[in-house]
């Protein structure tokens, strides 16, 4: 399947200079008109964040900052069981307290969800069983936080303890009883899904093989740890409407959750999504706070707000699964990959999630950016009595990265080939299918290995470093948004509308959610861009559903994506009809009229202009109130038609390498990481600034899981099955400023033939190659290979014992 | 429910706080200064940073009763009439904060190492901010944001 090309040629890549705006001619997103000699005055250029003065003041208002007239604080009570039949629950003595005004359990929202349709097995509150500690199983509704907590007291439950499962591979050999009733008889209940799936000839890849190298590999879990706790409030209004508040990254999913499983009129329901204080991935399907606010204010009559305590936001997780991998790679002499096969059991924790789609991402975006021609992949996710995995940042594909990395470096040591040399000759390229039919077009990843190797000064360090102090390389690739929404439909991903007023203001409604990776500013700078506004003109009315139409969410790295493109297409409908009122006005082409720098201006050198604000309003006097709306669909050609081959398809694909470069005490095991050079082919930087903070955010949060952060629970025989480890931001060590590394980021532009105006992701993509880099480095360093994540001290140093010689080879 | 004075941003203001209160409740509850946030409840995260007579103090661990008779300086208070603190308009320039809920907290912590060391090292800067996490940038620019900003006030 591979090798077939789609028509389209992306230019070559760029490498962007610190600072530098982009001046050069390029093909603009979308093929909606050819503008290859256009200049961008605001495209390109750093620029502040249009929401930067709010943050940096304390003036922007996030959920828990919003206080309702009357307002009542909910709390939640939480099972300390991990697995448990609930035999009775008894509220009457809560109800009975001074203060507290209503109470609900399960049976009150007795209709099951889950983000993806297909898998809806969670309830708001759970009505027989619990599945983890921590799954909620009542909800209060007091005059005040400690009315409440003195309310979840009072709440009798009497539960009947089951058999626990922890350990994934235990889940799957049980038979029962399971952590869920199959959905068909003699299933298995702990198993969530399992993919396999082939792509060419795999057996006789491995027989044509000169090497094949083996390896288990195990990824423990992390979580996601935004520095705001989720938060929700409810409000029920007497004439039936409800509008939630939600730290939530996705409001269109959550607002379609509210009305069915608390049986309201969609038309009804109002979702509000303030500004997030942080989500990657951990606020990207409802939770039960936002079911509980609901209710509880339907019944209380006033509006009513919950907010997370930090150790409810660790088990609430939906972050990294678990991974137990084990890989096979084979290749010729000369490096060449001839066939992989990979076999994954996933520990999914207590609920779906979004582990249907997880399941096969850990198989399908493993296909680029180097050629295989033959791949094979077997994916098992299993249920088990913990908090629920889910999508972080780089979303099932990031542990298979890490191993799949690890193993080209084996590769290349074996065969003496240098590891950058080795990922070079085996690039996949542009304009391509991948072995698993996805359609690739732009890859600047050649570009990528070119400036880490050099600003790192590669070709000096590897292998030439002392003991003790070592580089490594990794690559990756990333989709730029998925191609289908959760739920099946024929409209828009992204949908965005302009409105312009006499004054000149433009106003945007975005159904966007800012989250802190700058989707408004993106906007803004995209209608400054077309019609020449300038930016404080420009206002952005974003994250309500009363007002905004539907974006799907801050998800799969999507945004810039499809809502910029949305953003093009209404910006250039506007564009269109003040270019004709003002062309009519001067009796010129409407071409001949420029949108820029404030102004309408005439084509060449006529000193003819007016102010922008007078050309808007030419052009409501000519075609009436002037507003305009843009959407964005997928291409549908962009994948194949097996099973499952939608799922990893993507309209682009980013793509990063890293350098790491370590230094490991032989002594303590102790690995600090120096630097990572981070190059990112994001198609176009938007913004560079943007763009390089979201690169070293993801360089540092793949820090994090490499060295320091792992998500684990107690066994029994450590006294209380399913209890979290660590359930606070001290014991479970997310690294401090003297902790991160120095980071450097290097923009790689491959200038996408449909992103708008070139741009792919940036936000999720950057992450994958670290944890593998510092695998690498360490070996590089200390001649071990660490298979099992995180590389702490006392694994690093094991390592090295087990080596013999400390590594020294 | 107590009486407790305190002097806030320049102000002196008068709120009724339950016993138990800490400094943060009393800013965010009482005061209706929601500008420092709460990230952790118990002294982790930084989230809460405020300035009490020039030093960096996590208001979710201070019962209000000691800020009694202070001067406490919060995010809302950095900025004058004539603008943006240089250490704010930095953050926004070399874009440091991105979601922003640690960005008061890191700010006051910012503030309050320039006011005693006006021309800090990087590894200083590090050392300020330890007890600030950020989980968004990397750190990187924040230290660029800082060390912009304390050549600004050099130059004043």
New interface residues.
Partial sequence: MSGRGTGTVAPPARVRKPGQGAQTASPNGSGRESETSRVLATIGRPMRKIDGRAKGTGRARYTDDIRLPGMLHGKILRSPHPHARIVAIDTSRAEALEGVHGVVTGRDMPTTYGIIPWTPDEYPLCVDKVRYVGDGVAAVAAVDEDTANAALALIDVEYEELPAYLDPHEAIAADGPFIHEPRKKGRNGNITKTVELAFGDVDRGFEGSDLVVEGDYFFEGTTHTPIEPHCAIGLAEPDGKLTVWSATQVPHYLHRELARVLEIDPARVRVVQPPVGGAFGGKSEPFDLEFCVAKLSVITGRPVKILYTREEVFYSHRGRHPFHMRYRTGATRDGMLTAVDSRIVMDGGAYASFGLVTTYYSGQLLTAPYRMPAYRFHSTRAYTNKPACGPKRGHGSVQPRFAFEVQLDRIAEALDIDPIELRRRNFIGSDIRTVNDLRVTSNGFLECLEAVERASDWEHKFRRLPYGRGVGVAGSTYITGTNYPVYPNDMPQSGIQLQVDRSGRVAIFSGASEIGQGVDSMVTYIVAEELGAPLEHIRVLAGDTDFTPVDLGAYSSRVTFMLGNACIDAARRIKAMVQEAVAETWGTKPREVLLAGGLAVMAGDTGTSMPLREAFNLAEAKFGTLGATGSYNTPRDVHGSYRGATIGASPAYSFTAHVAEVEVDPETGFVTVEKIWIAHDCGRALNPVLVEGQMEGSAYMGFAEALMEEQIFKSADQGRAGLHNAPSLLDYRIPTSLDTPALESLIIESIDPEGPYGAKEAGEGPLHPSIPAIANAIHDAVGVRMNSLPFSPPRVWRAIQAAGDGGRG | MEVVRLRVNGDERVCGV?THYTLLETL??GLG??????????G??G?CTVIVDGRAVLSCITPVWEAEGREVR???G??TAAG?HPV?DE?????A????????GI?CSSVALLDRNPSPTRGE???A???????????????DAVEAAAERLGDR
């Fill in positions: 339950p965010r509850y200064l929601t500008g420092s946030k709460q990230g952790c409840d118990k982790d995260c989230a919060t995010v809302e950095l900025a943006l704010q953050f926004d320039l070399n874009g904060a991105q979601c922003g809920f640690c960005t008061p700010l800067i590090r050392a901010l330890a007890g600030n996490l950020c989980r968004c940038t990397g750190y990187e620019k924040i230290y």
